[in-house]
């Protein structure tokens, strides 16, 4: 699975490496506290640094998409019924995507590089399918007061990142030792 490096540019965004759509659906973060899709100009850097440079973004669509990544990914982890609309949009979104193959150069030798039509909300519509099909449960952290979700891609995992698991710890601690 692909890992995005958080820059120092970057350390506002709630970046976690995960797959595009499950970082989608963290951009509304405490159940809306933060929405980090709400500023176009903050939502455009979020989409470069999750899905690349060179990508249509269109913000409303991503935050109308993130709605729908939201609803399938409650439904799924509660075992109820997928909303209808919801998967509606996904597909409209990720039939618009298209893998290709390009042929990279260096001197003599030659690679192949897999490259992506379609826009950004194409890439995240992509993601949420396969996330929501994949081998791995979304989980949601259980770091104090977090709200992030994440694909537990290992049975133990209980935190979307590591400052979580020492937030976790230190509480445990300091109710010890009251
Ligand atoms: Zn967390």
Redesign the pocket.
Known sequence: MARVTVTRMNEDLPLLGEPSAIELANTWYGEGAHDFLADPEVARRWATCVLGEGLEIDVADLRALRGAVRRLIASQMSGSAFDPAATALVNAHAAHACAHLSLVIEGASASSRVGYRGGAAARLATSCIEVLTGPDPIRR?E?PG?T?FFVQDHGRRR???DG?SHRARQRRYSRSRR
């Open positions: 952290c770091g977090c992030m935190f979307c990142h979580c």
